[in-house]
């Protein structure tokens, strides 16, 4: 045997550790992966041992792996008996392998709930931080339910570690579970003023993230923060805190005037030094969002000339925030920027591209896009290429073409950006060309002319083969010569350079538009020689087409077969047709008859739907197929449209369309270049009510310039320039006489160009189609919010005073109270009501009751609740450590008071957070909770409040309607004409063997009451823990002094070996009477009734962990009937939840499932169901003797009702 | 927030801490992409770079280079780009405290003391503590905490691991103990 023993020692020994791990696996370069798996299989024989320092060695080396990429998911059990292992050591190596592999989708991690909550109330300060590292990780909402309140303590803890720790977890818990919020903000405020630095910096990090997703809800804290900012010396901090007013000063415009004067101070007061620049530069570009002042911009420039590569790019991202509001004083830079472009850093290069985008304007579009034009010729490596592709493209394409004077140079950089090779944005040129093509119709026959020489092109063709390429551009190409064949100078050869067979190497989706447009083309060509009367080249058309259409009819993709072999057959008839000399032209391009309308991506969604309209009955008969088809192209562009993104026009309110429309009218008619447009021939859309309100932005058109063949940008540069010459030399004549004319560009587009921008007037008249839009198109922007962002939620607002159900939930600590100030129970809350609020709380009833109470609280809330700290339950075993903490606490208590005293006056405390959500009455809250009540029925709104309350799920609070009495935990222990006792019971998850008795002793004489003793016979299952050193026969002091009238608790901690019996205890309180005449030695006794409920603990249970353990059959079951009730099953419900810790289950009509653990872990399942005035309890339990005893103690409780 | 920081050195293979959720998978491949954009790029440019598709494209990788490993920080706009190359500075400055003169080889056997340290700069993604000497006073007692803990109990694995520490190329590398079983004797009953 103890050979075995060694021998098992040994083994363990020369297991291998990871630094073995790590070696062996570096010694096995060639088969690393069967070294690992082999490794693996070790792993799995040392979980499987009992030892746990071998588990512990073993899921260290898991952590490891799972670095390297292996999936250690199957281990999460493993990772788990480790994190509950007792030794630090162990623990640190749980908690870090469930760091890196628990995620939401671990379903073990349930099972950690318990742990946690265990070590997070630990009396090692590195147990509790490492488990908040370690939950930080993998926190999901079930967990930040449950320990939200666990965690909110700890922010109050003693030692700065954790509170910096727990402030800092909070904000993943808020994130999971957005309720937490609300509760907690008042503590976390509390935070930001904290003594320790550190904490302080937490505070500040989690409000600072908070913030950046919802600032608004955070203006309140302006004051507070900048107080902090010119305070605070921790650069981490302050960097924080500036980022925040970066967010908050958009909102509060006096906000930004506020901070120069600090943030100059700042700037100049760290302005030494090499630290000095990068306190600048962060500075910089925090506040550059949104300041009132053009200093910022003043300082970056110095900042990039010192050129240190970091600080040139931030130099850069700077100038990137100012230009969204200064935009001026950015363009002032532009010889700058344009030089970062040649930088060789790609990450400058590309912060300056983004500035480019906000800086160009009408004058200097074609030079700045001509400079990127040659960077594109020079860029090596992709990915640059194409972001210097993309940026070309929204440059131009930006605020709708607002900053293209000439369409023609525009499509002729498209068409020079196809050149690229291997670019992955050739869906994007050609979206711009469509787009372009569609909606400039002056541009049509310019546009046609350059797509009909790119399809004749062989280096799109060649390019084919990477999909998503270039290639993409031939999609557009095939559609615009198609759709606008009409203006196709050649398009017999247009029509043979789309029948190649090469083009059957294209993807499908471009070979289906080209089969499609092949026959457009070709209903034009034929309408062209029927009326020109040539028969003979209508039937040499037919003909090619005949000939050539089979090769698509072969091809693999079903779209193109199917287009094709429609059209190859449609094509035959007609040659029959031709044979005989019928003119087929008319009938033919009737396929294709109508105009497309360019329609925004989101245009659909936008149509409100009228009232009374059944959007699923059929209108009219349905459509009849002929009308489907001249449906499908507009399908294809449609969805060609939709992948590209787009500047939407600014939707005009009714009246501003009017305006814009009358101007319009009014300019046509003096504008004597302005090609009216023909009156669009589709009916369908004049029938369209909408159609007449399409917004039409104009823009000048001078003679069309021509350049033949694929054109090259730089000539429109240069012709341009001499244009724009020309112009101004003409307008310098004309001045005086056309002021009007000038004002023009600026009434035209909604945002403002720059001064320049006006004296260039437009080298083409173009008709830019905007979108269609429906009319009373429903404004939202609530389409580009992401439904699903997790930030989303936590838009609460904080400043609204809590409400009361706005608790945390809480998992019954109740010992952790302990160290609350004795001030607090003269003020606690009249509101007995559940332990546990509501999980999904209403808003709007909220709402609802804050109104009522607003103006009454609202000075008291803003001056936040604050909760006392309370310390951690294992520190209380022993009592005199009790008393030292809680002086400690009474005395910050006392300090605050001292502070806050004239603000808030005596309603301070009403209602206050209490750190576990225990609710206390006391004498003078009664009349308040009377008050409260009639304040409630009051309002008109309370028949709604009430309503919807009953809706509600119950869990275990009293119903809304109804409310019962307010009623204490606390049962009267004894009382003499000095002095009054009462008590309550309090059991913990953590100490299986103990519980807390709480007593408060309240003075009821004239004296001063001293030297209080408390000594207790014990019995031989019960044990008063005492100090050490003291006998059995010595009393325990109660470490305070009670003036006359004041009342204080006293914990003392009782030690139960068996609980399923109830237990009385005898007991004595000697004290001393002080007063004018003498002193006198007084005692009082007592019994100490330690019932079987007290040792239950309200644990919250789900219906179906509930119905696994009623199905394990391990319990023994009994009941109770006591008849003669008349209370509301609801009030009943609460009763017990109240008086004998339970929680409710479920709850269906008059008949509840109840839970409850004791604190040795006996599970206690109640089914309560009410009859007509009787109430039948019937009860399972882990242990009879404990159940036939806590039946018989709530047939005491009911039998009251 | 940080979202994730990735060490590799100068070959790619990493040691890192992920505070998001990804897959394994997944990780890899960010590391894969995140090693392709930093290890190209020049040693005297800035050390900021937008992000892989992976990680999310808006957001930020910061990073440092040192000797033979990359300090790559990938972090979201609500970071200042600085104040996070500073924090990298405390780190390999606190790396370098914690193990003596750090080099690449102590963060390859110690991944569990780097993920240590690092549990007390970065928690869950959010800086915890920016000042060097608190956080070494913390690993400090929480590595004397651990040796007290192993206390006797810990010695002969200590004396076995520094055995194999020795490095003695003539040792096989991977004694196995468990196969040697040891035998005794089946001694003739007495009758």
Same mark, same amino acid.
């Given at each position: 045997m103890a050979l075995k023993m060694v021998k098992g020692s040994i083994d363990r020994m020369f297991d291998k550790n990871l630094q073995d791990l790590v070696r062996g696996i570096r010694n096995h370069k060639e088969d690393e992966a069967k070294y690992i798996s082999q490794c693996i299989d070790e792993i799995k024989q040392e979980l499987k041992q009992d030892n746990i320092a071998v588990k512990a060695n073993a899921v260290c080396k898991l952590t490891?792996?799972?670095?390297?990429?292996?999936?250690?998911?199957?281990?999460?059990?493993?990772?788990?008996?480790?994190?509950?292992?007792?030794?630090?050591?162990?623990?640190?190596?749980?908690?870090?392998?469930?760091?890196?592999?628990?995620?939401e989708g671990t379903d073990v991690i349930m099972l950690t709930t318990n742990q946690i909550r265990k070590d997070l109330s630990s009396p090692s300060q590195y147990d509790t931080g490492v488990a908040l590292t370690g939950l930080s990780c993998f926190v999901t909402p079930d967990l930040a339910r449950d320990l939200a309140n666990d965690i909110m303590t700890l922010m109050s803890h003693t030692k700065p570690y954790i509170r910096k720790k727990a402030v800092l977890i909070m904000y993943k818990v808020f994130l999971k579970y957005p309720e937490s919020l609300r509760p907690a903000f008042p503590r976390l405020k509390e935070k930001l003023e904290d003594p320790d630095p550190g904490v302080q910096s937490a505070a500040v990090n989690v409000i600072c993230e908070?913030?950046?997703?919802?600032?608004?809800?955070?203006?309140?804290?302006?004051?507070?923060?900048?107080?902090?900012?010119?305070?605070? &010396?921790?650069?981490?901090?302050?960097?924080?805190?500036?980022?925040?007013?970066?967010?908050? @000063?958009?909102?509060?415009?006096?906000?930004?005037?506020?901070?120069?004067?600090?943030?100059?101070?700042?700037?100049?007061?760290?302005?030494?030094?090499?630290?000095?620049?990068?306190?600048?530069?962060?500075?910089?570009?925090?506040? !550059?969002?949104?300041?009132?002042?053009?200093?910022?911009? +003043?300082?970056?420039?110095?900042?990039?000339?010192?050129? !240190?590569?970091?600080?040139?790019?931030?130099?850069?991202?700077?100038?990137?925030?100012?230009?969204?509001?200064?935009?001026?004083?950015?363009?002032?830079?532009?010889?700058?920027?344009?030089?970062?472009?040649?930088?060789?850093?790609?990450?400058?290069?590309? =912060?300056?591209?983004?500035?480019?985008?906000?800086?160009?304007?009408?004058?200097?579009?074609?030079?700045?896009?001509?400079?990127?034009?040659?960077?594109?010729?020079?860029?090596?490596?992709? &990915?640059?290429?194409? /972001?210097?592709?993309?940026?070309?493209?929204?440059?131009?394409?930006?605020?709708?073409?607002?900053?293209?004077?000439?369409?023609?140079?525009?499509?002729?950089?498209?068409?020079?950006? &196809? =050149?690229?090779?291997?670019?992955?944005?050739?869906?994007?040129?050609?979206?711009?060309?469509?787009?372009?093509?569609?909606?400039?119709?002056?541009?049509?026959?310019?546009?046609?002319?350059?797509?009909?020489?790119?399809?004749?092109?062989?280096?799109?063709?060649?390019?084919? @083969?990477?999909?998503?390429?270039?290639?993409?551009?031939l999609y557009a190409a095939a559609w615009i010569c198609g759709e606008f064949s009409e203006h196709l100078q050649e398009p017999h050869h247009t029509l043979e350079a789309m029948l190649r067979p090469k083009v059957t190497t294209l993807p499908g989706h471009i070979q289906a538009v080209y089969v499609q447009n092949v026959v457009k083309l070709y209903a034009s060509i034929l309408q062209q020689k029927e009326q020109a009367g040539e028969a003979e080249g209508a039937q040499a058309v037919t003909q090619l087409m005949v000939d050539r259409l089979p090769q698509f009819v072969q091809s693999a993709d079903l779209e193109?077969? *199917?287009?094709? !072999?429609?059209?190859?057959?449609? #094509?035959?008839?007609?040659?029959?047709?031709?044979?005989?000399?019928?003119?087929?032209?008319?009938?033919?391009?009737?396929?294709?008859?109508?105009?497309?309308?360019?329609?925004?991506?989101?245009?659909?969604?936008?149509?409100?739907?009228?009232?009374?309209?059944?959007?699923?009955?059929?209108? $009219?008969?349905?459509?009849?197929?002929?009308?489907?088809?001249?449906?499908?192209?507009?399908?294809?562009?449609? /969805?060609?449209?939709?992948?590209?993104?787009?500047?939407?026009?600014?939707?005009?309110?009714?009246?501003?369309?009017?305006?814009? =429309?009358?101007?319009?009218?009014? /300019?046509?008619? $003096?504008? %004597?270049?302005?090609?009216?447009?023909?009156?669009? %021939?589709?009916?369908?859309?004049?029938?369209?009510?909408?159609?007449?309100? +399409?917004? #039409?932005?104009?823009?000048?058109?001078? #003679?069309?310039?021509?350049?033949?063949?694929?054109?090259? !940008?730089?000539?429109?540069?240069?012709?341009?320039?001499?244009?724009?010459?020309?112009?101004?030399?003409?307008?310098?004549?004309?001045?005086?006489?056309?002021?009007?004319?000038?004002?023009?560009?600026?009434?035209?587009?909604?945002?403002?160009?720059?001064?320049?921008?006006?004296?260039?007037?437009?080298?083409?008249?173009?008709?830019? #189609?905007?979108?269609?839009?429906?009319?009373?198109?429903?404004?939202?922007?609530?389409?580009?919010?992401?439904? $699903?962002?997790?930030?989303?939620?936590?838009?609460?607002?904080?400043?609204?005073?809590?409400?009361?159900?706005?608790?945390?939930?809480?998992?019954?600590?109740?010992?952790?109270?302990?160290?609350?100030? %004795?001030?607090? *129970?003269?003020?606690?809350?009249?509101?007995?009501?559940?332990?546990?609020?509501?999980?999904?709380?209403?808003?709007?009833?909220?709402?609802?009751?804050?109104?009522?109470?607003?103006?009454?609280?609202?000075?008291?809330?803003?001056?936040?609740?604050?909760?006392?700290?309370?310390?951690?339950?294992?520190?209380?075993?022993?009592?005199?450590?009790?008393?030292?903490?809680?002086?400690?606490?009474?005395? &910050?208590?006392?300090?605050?008071?001292? /502070? *806050?005293?004239d603000a808030e006056g005596q309603e301070q405390d009403k209602v206050r957070l209490l750190p576990r959500g225990l609710w206390r009455h006391k004498k003078e809250k009664e009349e308040r909770s009377k008050g409260r009540k009639k304040s409630k029925k009051q309002p008109p709104g309370s028949g709604e409040v009430a309503g919807e309350a009953a809706q509600e799920p119950v869990h275990n609070g009293a119903p809304e309607e109804e409310p019962l009495p307010p009623e204490s935990s606390y049962s009267l222990l004894a009382e003499n004409s000095y002095i009054k006792m009462t008590c309550d019971v309090r059991g913990s998850l953590q100490e299986d063997s103990q519980v807390t008795v709480a007593i408060v002793l309240e003075n009821r004489s004239s004296s001063v009451l001293k030297g209080m003793e408390l000594s207790v016979l014990d019995s031989l299952n019960a044990r008063m823990t005492r100090p050490q050193g003291s006998s059995v026969h010595d009393g325990v002091p109660v470490p305070f002094q009670l003036p006359p009238g004041v009342s204080n608790e006293a914990q003392f901690v009782f030690t139960i070996q068996s609980i399923v019996m109830a237990q009385k205890l005898k007991g004595t309180l000697s004290f001393i009477a002080k007063n004018d005449e003498g002193a006198t030695q007084e005692k009082l006794d007592f019994r100490l009734h330690f019932s079987c409920s007290s040792y239950l603990i309200t644990t919250p249970c789900y219906s179906d962990a509930f119905a696994k353990l009623l199905e394990s059959g391990d319990l023994s079951m009994s009941s109770v009937k006591v008849d003669g009730i008349r209370m509301s099953f609801q009030n009943l419900l609460a009763k017990i939840c109240f008086h004998h810790h339970f929680s409710v289950v479920e709850r269906v009509d008059s008949c509840a499932s109840m839970y409850s653990r004791s604190i040795q872990g006996h599970h206690v399942c109640l089914l309560v169901k009410k009859g007509e005035n009787s109430v039948s309890v019937d009860g399972k339990c882990s242990d009879s003797t404990l159940l036939s005893n806590l039946l018989e103690e709530m047939k005491v409780t009911l039998a009251k009702c | 927030m940080i979202k994730a920081i990735l060490i590799f050195n100068n070959h790619g293979k990493p040691r890192l801490k992920f505070y998001q959720p990804y897959s394994e998978d997944t990780q890899q491949q960010i590391i894969r992409e995140t090693f392709h954009l930093v290890s190209k790029r020049d040693e005297n440019v800035c050390n900021f770079r937008e992000g892989g598709l992976l990680i999310g494209g808006s957001d930020n990788l910061i990073y440092r280079h040192y000797e033979t490993l990359y300090f790559v920080f990938c972090v979201d706009s609500s970071e200042n780009e600085l104040g996070i190359l500073d924090l990298i500075q405390v780190f390999v400055k606190t790396l370098d405290k914690c193990f003596e003169n750090v080099c690449e080889l102590d963060l390859i056997f110690h991944a569990d003391k780097v993920h240590n340290t690092l549990a007390e700069m970065v928690m869950g993604g959010m800086v915890l503590e920016t000042n060097m000497n608190e956080i070494v006073t913390q690993i400090d007692i929480q590595n004397k905490l651990e040796k007290s803990e192993a206390g006797l109990a810990g010695a002969p694995a200590r004396a076995v691991s520094a055995v194999k520490n020795m490095n003695l190329p003539e040792i096989p590398r991977n004694i196995n103990i468990g196969d040697i079983s040891i035998k005794v004797p089946n001694l003739p009953s007495f009758k």
């Open positions: 490891y792996l799972q670095m390297l990429g292996y999936d250690i998911s199957w281990a999460a059990f493993n990772i788990i008996e480790v994190m509950s292992a007792s030794k630090f050591t162990f623990k640190r190596i749980g908690y870090l392998a469930a760091s890196q592999s628990f995620h908070l913030a950046r997703r919802n600032p608004k809800n955070y203006l309140s804290l302006a004051p507070l923060f900048f107080k902090l900012m010119t305070s605070s &010396t921790n650069n981490w901090v302050l960097i924080k805190i500036i980022k925040l007013f970066g967010a908050l @000063t958009p909102l509060e415009p006096r906000l930004g005037k506020k901070l120069i004067e600090p943030l100059t101070n700042l700037i100049h007061s760290v302005g030494a030094g090499r630290g000095a620049d990068r306190a600048v530069s962060a500075v910089l570009i925090s506040l !550059s969002s949104g300041m009132p002042n053009h200093s910022a911009s +003043i300082q970056v420039r110095p900042a990039r000339a010192g050129a !240190s590569p970091p600080l040139k790019y931030l130099g850069l991202l700077a100038m990137s925030k100012i230009l969204k509001t200064h935009p001026k004083s950015v363009q002032s830079h532009k010889d700058l920027i344009l030089q970062c472009l040649d930088d060789k850093d790609e990450s400058i290069r590309l =912060r300056a591209l983004d500035l480019l985008y906000g800086m160009v304007s009408k004058k200097n579009l074609m030079e700045i896009v001509k400079k990127l034009m040659t960077h594109v010729d020079k860029a090596e490596g992709t &990915t640059y290429r194409d /972001e210097l592709l993309t940026k070309i493209i929204d440059i131009c394409s930006q605020s709708n073409y607002q900053y293209i004077t000439n369409f023609e140079w525009y499509i002729s950089i498209l068409v020079e950006l &196809t =050149r690229l090779e291997g670019t992955r944005h050739g869906h994007l040129i050609a979206a711009q060309m469509l787009d372009v093509a569609i909606r400039v119709k002056a541009i049509r026959k310019f546009a046609v002319s350059q797509m009909s020489s790119l399809l004749d092109s062989a280096h799109l063709l060649a390019s084919s @083969t990477q999909r998503n390429g270039i290639c993409e551009v193109v077969q *199917e287009r094709a !072999s429609c059209i190859l057959q449609l #094509v035959k008839h007609i040659q029959k047709l031709q044979a005989k000399d019928v003119p087929v032209a008319e009938e033919v391009s009737a396929l294709f008859a109508g105009e497309l309308n360019p329609v925004a991506p989101k245009a659909q969604k936008k149509v409100p739907v009228p009232e009374g309209l059944d959007l699923d009955a059929w209108i $009219n008969e349905p459509l009849s197929d002929s009308e489907s088809e001249d449906e499908r192209p507009r399908a294809v562009f449609h /969805e060609e449209e939709q992948r590209r993104p787009k500047h939407r026009p600014s939707e005009a309110d009714e009246e501003e369309l009017a305006r814009r =429309r009358e101007a319009r009218k009014q /300019e046509q008619a $003096n504008n %004597p270049f302005y090609i009216k447009s023909s009156p669009s %021939p589709q009916k369908r859309y004049q029938d369209t009510p909408g159609v007449e309100h +399409i917004p #039409v932005v104009q823009i000048d058109l001078s #003679v069309p310039l021509k350049v033949p063949g694929l054109p090259m !940008s730089d000539q429109y540069v240069k012709l341009e320039e001499e244009r724009r010459h020309q112009q101004k030399l003409e307008k310098d004549k004309r001045r005086k006489k056309r002021k009007e004319k000038e004002r023009k560009g600026k009434r035209r587009h909604g945002s403002l160009p720059t001064e320049s921008d006006e004296d260039i007037a437009p080298a083409q008249q173009v008709d830019i #189609v905007t979108e269609e839009m429906p009319e009373n198109a429903l404004p939202s922007d609530e389409d580009d919010k992401d439904p $699903n962002d997790p930030y989303r939620a936590l838009d609460i607002d904080l400043d609204k005073p809590l409400a009361d159900s706005e608790k945390l939930p809480i998992q019954k600590h109740r010992n952790a109270e302990t160290s609350k100030s %004795p001030e607090k *129970e003269d003020v606690p809350v009249a509101e007995k009501k559940s332990k546990k609020p509501k999980k999904k709380e209403k808003k709007h009833k909220e709402k609802g009751r804050d109104k009522e109470k607003k103006k009454e609280k609202e000075k008291k809330w803003s001056e936040s609740p604050h909760c006392p700290s309370p310390v951690s339950l294992q520190e209380e075993v022993d009592v005199n450590a009790v008393t030292a903490s809680k002086d400690e606490c009474e005395d &910050t208590k006392m300090e605050a008071q001292g /502070e *806050e005293d | -």
